[in-house]
């Protein structure tokens, strides 16, 4: 019990309940607190005090030095500011861009090669360089022609499919227009070897191109740039972020007295001034957080004069044109245009349901391709004069899904739709032979100028799907098992199945192999594939010696990959692969007329095979790259539009296997850059051992090499209020190395094609 007198100084303290129910940070945050509130303090009893002792006596003692006053408690530290609104955004989308790229369309067992925004402006010209001279930094890609292609990836013509955020964009007409920019690139990747089943049709190489991040800052920049054979580009962009919003536009101007490769080894050519104009526009907004709507648009527009080859030889005269007798022409003085139109737009709809993400997209693309011939001039050295058109318009539906089943599978599911409606027309004047009927005009005499027009229409589909399940059996092996189908309603109607197997090992930190294997089904592009009516050219300067002309065939293959990368420490990366093909009805495209446009044939069978070796090395402001790849394509017998060939060609193919007209035996790039003191100095180069030519690609050009160099410097104003300019200054074949891509021998080669000669080059850059 309680002593008398004695008084209780505590009381139990009670917490009501509406505290316990706040929300679960502020309960983690005073959770100490609480509990001590709410424990029932013990009853503390104080005794009276008893008589005070008498006290001791006093003793004098030294006293202590005051203590020092304690200095102040430090302020604390401030909190961090919450991010603003364009910054979580930009976070929420970094999110999506993730479930895009590795849970929708992941590239399980394929083989990557990455090229970055930081990569890119590392490169002489940097922004400013071509969207195909930037893919010849990637291991098998080969240089060509604009004519031929510009590109090729491990010795294939074409069948490359390009990707913006994950999106296919269909192919357009034969032209030799760069329809993307490099401005837009924040990151490419070219996907080769055995790709996973969601990606079908052009399986060569998928280039994937992810927009620029960071470029929603609301700021930009323009510039110019410009110099050699009076070439000057001026150029914007600019993003920004409004509410949920994000955009991103880029354009620009390009005008040269360079538009496409030189017909001889002249420092400046004749009769080859381009001017193009681009647009390209992406603007994303979010739904609600598991939503995601963007936009792509895009816009390119080009005029190319045909360059001259002067000295040229008449093939054709004593002929009468417009009442005035014809007896020869300066090949100096010809007239040949091109004019190409691309446009494309995109609406994509991301989203996420649980455990599901998806996209549906919707796409369409305009293109047109015309050439316009020097009529007089075509058919004193030709026989022939062709103005030739090629449209198409597409509309296409693609949707991919992706379902996490467990831990250890997900599965992957999507469609693809495309309607194209394609329009060819070939304009000739002809001379005639004077040996039987000719244009519709009864057996008429020699070198009598005639006219036939030879038009097609055709609305084409394509339909695709695919089934596939990710599988990772352990944290370092993951195996990917799909299957896909392919229709095609184009001239000729075919499907196939086509199952893909690709397996991923992990076995160390840093180590990664891969190996695959795909069945490829790959349609011809529609308008190339249109039928020619032969008949029409008999008895006249044009008529094909063979008038065989069987339909374009879709090419169907085999194709095996297996590689290795590793890393060597924390700054260098190595890579090596190998690929094996085994096509029939392969797929090949040729010019063979004085139109730079393609036409498009099989052979019966072919086979592809190579390696690739790839180093990256980056250590601060150090960065140097190198790759090296060896190759061979064969093929034999041609089965399809046999009339573009001569009678001993035929025969000589159909009996044994040639190389491809675009098959180059060794390739390889390099590239080094270094920043000191805000100056990057860079250097690349790239070497080929030579493109086929001669009869049936029996021989081949010879090898060469092209160093490029480049130095830019960002200067910061002292002005606050101007952010910082770019100037830069670059050298395009820094040696002068005069070489040829194309000697105008060899199947489906019509003329020569030099590569640049040296130019110099200064661009200024503004942020804004």
Not at 65 to 81: K, M, R, S, T, W
Not at 121 to 132: C, F, H, I, K, R
Not at 648 to 656: M, P, Q, S
Request: proline residues 6%.
């Amino acid at each position: 019990m309680p002593v008398a007198g004695a008084r209780r100084i505590s009381k139990p303290v009670r917490i009501g309940r509406g505290l316990l129910a706040t929300s679960s940070a502020l309960a983690l945050l005073c959770a100490g607190d609480l509990a001590w509130a709410q424990t029932t303090l013990p009853e503390v009893v104080v005794q009276q005090p008893k008589p005070a002792a008498k006290p001791a006596p006093r003793r004098t003692t030294a006293r202590r030095p005051a203590a020092a006053p304690a200095a102040p408690a430090a302020p604390a530290a401030p909190a961090p500011a919450p991010p603003d609104a364009a910054t979580v955004l930009a976070e929420k989308n970094t999110t999506f861009d993730r479930a895009r790229d590795d849970v929708i369309l992941p590239k399980v067992g394929a083989n990557t090669y990455d090229i970055g925004r930081e990569a890119i402006e590392a490169l002489p010209q940097g922004s400013n360089t071509p969207v195909d001279k930037l893919l010849l930094q990637a291991p098998g890609v080969t240089q060509d022609s604009a004519a031929s292609g510009q590109i090729h990836v491990r010795n294939e013509h074409g069948n490359v499919q390009y990707r913006i955020n994950g999106i296919l964009l269909p192919d357009g007409v034969s032209g030799f227009g760069q329809v993307l920019e490099t401005g837009l690139i924040g990151n490419l990747e070219l996907i080769t070897g055995a790709l996973p089943a969601q990606y079908g049709l052009r399986t060569a190489g998928l280039v994937d191109i992810t927009t620029k991040s960071g470029a929603f800052d609301n700021g930009g920049s323009i510039g110019v740039y410009g110099g050699s054979r009076q070439t000057i580009t001026p150029k914007f962009e600019y993003g920004g972020t409004v509410g949920q919003t994000q955009y991103f536009v880029t354009g620009r101007y390009f005008a040269s007295n360079e538009g496409i490769e030189n017909p001889t080894p002249s420092l400046n050519p004749l009769h080859d001034y381009t001017w193009q104009g681009k647009f390209f526009g992406y603007a994303s907004t979010l739904l609600d957080e598991n939503t995601r709507l963007s936009f792509i648009t895009g816009t390119s527009l080009s005029k190319f004069q045909i360059p001259n080859n002067p000295g040229q030889p008449p093939g054709f005269t004593g002929f009468t044109f417009n009442g005035s007798i014809v007896n020869g022409f300066d090949s100096a003085l010809l007239n040949e245009r091109q004019y190409e139109r691309n446009y494309y737009n995109v609406a994509a709809l991301q989203k996420k349901i649980d455990n599901i993400d998806l996209q549906v997209a919707y796409f369409s693309r305009y293109t047109t391709v015309h050439f316009t011939p020097d009529p007089v001039g075509d058919l004193v050295f030709n026989g022939i004069a062709s103005d030739v058109y090629r449209g198409s318009l597409l509309n296409g539906i693609q949707e991919d899904t992706a379902v996490r089943l467990s831990d250890a599978h997900t599965l992957r599911t999507g469609i693809f739709v495309s309607g194209e409606q394609t329009r060819v027309e070939n304009q000739s004047l002809l001379l005639t032979t004077g040996t039987g009927d000719a244009c519709g005009i009864s057996s008429p005499p020699s070198n009598v100028v005639c006219g036939v027009d030879d038009k097609n229409s055709k609305l084409g589909w394509l339909l695709g799907t695919y089934v596939q399940d990710e599988w990772r059996i352990t944290d370092q092996l993951t195996l990917n098992v799909g299957l896909r189908f392919d229709q095609m309603f184009q001239f000729v109607d075919a499907n196939q199945f086509s199952p893909r197997v690709g397996l991923v090992y992990k076995p160390f930190a840093g180590t990664t192999f891969h190996a695959g294997y795909a069945r490829y089904f790959t349609p011809p592009v529609q308008a190339i594939a249109a039928p020619t009516n032969v008949a029409l050219f008999a008895n006249t300067a044009a008529a094909p010696e063979v008038t065989e002309n069987s339909p374009v065939l879709p090419e169907r293959s085999h194709y095996f990959d297996t590689g290795i990368d590793q890393e060597l420490g924390r700054h260098l990366k190595v890579g090596i692969d190998g690929y094996w093909k085994y096509a029939t009805d392969l797929l090949d495209d040729g010019q063979f007329g004085q139109a730079y446009v393609l036409d498009g044939f099989n052979y019966a069978k072919g086979i592809n095979y190579g390696i690739e070796l790839k180093a990256k090395y980056e250590n601060g402001k150090f960065r140097a790259y190198g790759n090296l790849a060896w190759a061979r394509q064969m093929a034999t017998q041609i089965v399809s539009n046999q009339f573009l060939f001569g009678q001993d060609e035929l025969d000589f193919i159909a009996h044994h296997y040639i190389p491809t007209d675009h098959a180059q035996r060794w390739t390889a790039s390099a590239g080094a850059s270094y920043l000191w003191q805000g100056t990057r100095f860079s250097a690349d180069m790239i070497y080929g051992s030579g493109l086929r030519a001669g009869f049936v690609n029996s021989s081949h050009v010879p090898p060469y090499t092209q160093v490029n160099a480049g130095v830019s410097h960002e200067f910061k104003l002292p002005d606050s209020s101007w952010k910082p300019f770019t100037l830069r200054f670059d050298v395009v074949n820094v040696f002068d190395r005069i070489y040829e891509l194309r000697d105008g021998s060899g199947i489906g080669v019509f003329a020569p094609q030099f590569g640049p000669r040296r130019g110099y080059f200064v661009g200024l850059s503004q942020k804004l």
